[in-house]
């Protein structure tokens, strides 16, 4: 379909809630295919509607696992249920998250080890996706994304400065901010 501009932090409908899905049809398919092309080009393993500008509880999610196994589907107005976080410090390499809105940083964040997500696909069907490690990972970034919160949100305040830091540097913090895969040269 086509690849768009992704938001960067500082625009609003990042930071803000979304809005459940009310129209299942042609323009909800249109964006699920526009989500997945984005993803792809970025390249990322998961991408949500806020991140390119519709404020809309959808996600997306593409990704292989060590053994092969390929986890692709369509979240709509899903749910999230989480084991707890485990206790301790993030490993700084094995816990670093990035983020196509806050493209070409890496940072360490602790998440809950098992999610279980419901929701309905982009044609209205119940799906159910029991996820593990990074998969696990992957569905709580992406559905913070539909509550208004970017994973730089969640790090410990040891990172508040080196964030802070980024975003003075990039200009980024303010509305409008966008870059397009294959057209902008960002690292995400």
Known sequence: MAVLPILITGDPVLHSPAHDVTEFGVS??????????????????GLAAPQVGVASRVFVWDWTDDDGLRHRG?????????????????????????????PG??????????????AVDAHGTPIRVEAEGWLARILQHEYD???????VDRLDSAWDRAVAKVVRRSGWGVPGGTWTPGVDDLDA
């Open 28 to 45: 909800l398919d249109r964006l699920v295919a526009d989500l997945f092309d984005t993803m792809e080009a970025a390249p990322g393993v």
């Open 74 to 102: 369509v979240a709509v107005n899903p749910a999230l249920l989480l084991s707890p976080t485990p206790a301790g410090d993030p490993d700084e390499e094995a816990d670093a998250e990035g983020c196509l809105s806050f």
């Open 105 to 118: 940083e890496r940072y360490p964040l602790r998440r809950a080890q098992i999610a279980v997500l419901t």
């Open 145 to 151: 994304h539909l509550d208004g919160t970017l994973y």
